[in-house]
């Protein structure tokens, strides 16, 4: 009985130990499973991330397609003279609402307009031009600004009393042949005469004053 009993030990031990073993064997297989499967779904969530992000991205033909016309067929229809006179506009018909025009000066293309529904425009060298949606080309030139005369400092080289006694001539050199003269009666000024390549005259109360265009100044008075 008692081997029986130490067998029957053995066999229920033997019993209770296998089925540990397989519930640990089992489990370690699901675990390896689980994490196969696991990185698996993960891998295919990775493509379909990558893929998602592809579909989203807009198009390259769709962009293209914005900022792109199909091409047409250029039918001359006219040239127009410019208001620089130099310069000509070929005009062409490109489709419904659409032209251009060539830029021609002295036989060279310095430039070319496109209008589509809208006026287009350019500036070159004071030469202003529009083409407008239906083909016609305007133009104008803006005036230049006249240069700005150079200032001539004026040199002081006298200050004369004249033939009346009280009046006063200050006299400035500019250029030569270019004289000027203040004159003063007191702190009065009474006038400037420019002698600028010709005399210049001036009279006040019979008092007469010659400026020549050398710087020689003259005066006098009425009777004398």
Known sequence: ????????????????????????????SRTLRTALIATGVTAALGVSAAGALAVDAPSTPTARSVTQHPTTKRVYVKTEKLADKVSRAKVYKTGKNRYEAELWAKGSRYGALYTQGRPAYAQNNGLHITLHPNGKVTSWVQEAKPKPKPVTKRVLVATPTLADGSTKAKLYKLTDNHYEADLHAGTTHLDTLVANGHAAHGENNGLHVSLQPDGELRSWLDGH
């Open 1 to 28: 009985m008692g081997s029986l009993d130490e067998g029957s030990v053995a066999s229920d031990a033997s019993v209770r130990t296998n089925p540990t073993e397989g519930r640990f064997t089992d489990a370690c």
